[in-house]
């Protein structure tokens, strides 16, 4: 068990950018020939990763703090449970906004759970529709 205080300060300490997810990504697209660039301001969200040539964008969430469908994300919490519902909630519209803007902007969105970063076949999936997006040569 955990002391009030102490669970706040390792809430407080949880990044936004350069999480392990968000790096395993990372590396998993460099490793297979993807350059990119990080953290964006200028787009809508501030994406985590950005694959100009490409027109695509990657957005890294954490399971539990963007709600996710799978066993990390659907634990609720025990304590002050209604405002991290409401949080969670918040998050999934905020996130559903960003996405909408960078689609209005022409920009390929995709999303990589935190769940899916352990697993290889989605990142070598995420890389295929990558490649499916690739300008042709003849484009220039």
Partial sequence: ???AQDRSNLMRRVGRENTRPELAVRHYLHANGFRYRLHVRSLPG???IVLAKYRAVVMVHGCFWHGHDCPHGRIAAKTNASFWREKIDANRRRDANKESALATLGWEVFTVWECQTRDCAELTRLCA?????APSAAQG
């Fill in 129 to 133: 529709a990558l490649n499916r997006l």
């Fill in 46 to 48: 501030t994406p985590d």
């Fill in 1 to 3: 068990m955990v002391a």
